[in-house]
């Protein structure tokens, strides 16, 4: 089918592009699971290397890469009907971008929201206080819901504000995209 | 008691475990996802540790790196050593790491605990 292929080509190219363009570091789309998270982890980890001089912007950007991927990966156990998530690295100027987009059970939503809403309207002392609290509580459940701690944690290191939105994808399901922003700083300080 | 050790991995930390001398060690990065499978057995030589624990114990934190599952166990360990007497925690940090510091003074104030910072040198 010659059509067909020609199409698929142009696509080739015209991804390529786009990812050339929109400065992309590192970009994942698939299925989630512990060895996949780890390897991409390990490429992001390398491009990051090629990208920011050792030091503190380089450790938060890994950081913050290491919980976005968990953050996935934990949902996306859960969610069989649509395994395929997206994980992103980009950059523009001084500015990186971390990114993620998974599909979550409608019912999780509203108190996902809430816990992002809740993270935004903090300043540094907030986050602090608020990730103090979270993990004195984790303590006493014992439980191993992560996500409060790993977008507290995500706000903390990025020093932006969040940014999300969710997409309804059918009445049971929604597309929640994620993306946490950080200035490279000046190690010279 | 056996002494324990572990290496590094890239998201597991390396880990000494040593009850003669009275010192336990991680090191490098503790990434992993599912943090109990790693940890349980750090878990049981330590409640077999304080049992019995030496005059001095020193606590050696030396991660680079450690993801939010990490960050709940080690609040968890550090709480099981507040009854035994003369526990130091050492917490290390690479000089412009001002976050690794920030988590340590925060671990500080969340456990009845001594703590000391050093850089790596």
């Known amino acids: ?189 | 008691m056996e002494k324990m050790t572990l290496k590094g991995t890239f998201e597991t930390p390396g880990v000494l475990l040593d009850s003669d001398a009275g010192k336990i060690e991680l090191s490098g990065r503790s990434l992993p996802e599912d943090t109990t499978t790693f940890y349980r057995p750090i878990f049981s030589w330590i409640e077999q540790y304080l049992s019995a624990p030496k005059e001095n114990t020193s606590i050696a934190i030396k991660l680079e790196y450690f993801n939010t599952a990490t960050s709940k166990v080690l609040l968890n360990m550090l709480t099981k050593f507040e009854n035994a007497n003369n526990v130091t925690v050492h917490w290390f940090h690479y000089e412009e790491d001002e976050d690794m510091l920030e988590s340590g003074k925060e671990f500080e104030e969340l456990v009845k605990l001594q703590f000391t910072y050093h850089t790596f040198g």
């Not at chain 1, 990208?51 to 380089?58: A, I, P, S, V, Y």
């Open chain 1, 1 to 189: 089918m010659p059509i067909d292929k020609f199409k698929d080509l142009n696509t080739v190219y015209e991804l390529h592009k786009s990812m050339e363009d929109n400065q992309i570091i590192i970009a994942y789309e698939g299925e989630f699971n512990s060895s996949i998270t780890q390897s991409v982890l390990s490429l992001a980890e390398k491009n990051l290397d090629q990208k920011l001089e050792k030091g503190q912007t380089k450790r938060r950007a890994f950081n913050i890469a290491v919980e976005c991927l968990q953050n996935i990966s934990s949902h996306s156990d859960r969610n069989a009907e649509y395994p395929n998530s997206i994980f992103i690295i980009g950059q523009e100027g001084n500015e990186f971008y971390i990114s993620s987009g998974n599909t979550i059970k409608a019912n999780k939503v509203e108190n996902l929201q809430r816990k992002l809403e809740q993270i935004n309207i903090l300043d540094s002392d907030g986050l602090k206080q608020l990730h103090m609290q979270a993990i004195k509580e984790s303590l006493k459940r014992q439980d191993s819901n992560n996500a409060g701690l790993g977008l507290i944690s995500i706000a903390r290191k990025s020093g932006k504000k969040l940014d999300y939105q969710f997409i309804p994808v059918d009445t049971d399901n929604s597309f929640f995209s994620f993306q946490a922003t950080f200035i490279k700083l000046d190690e010279n300080q």
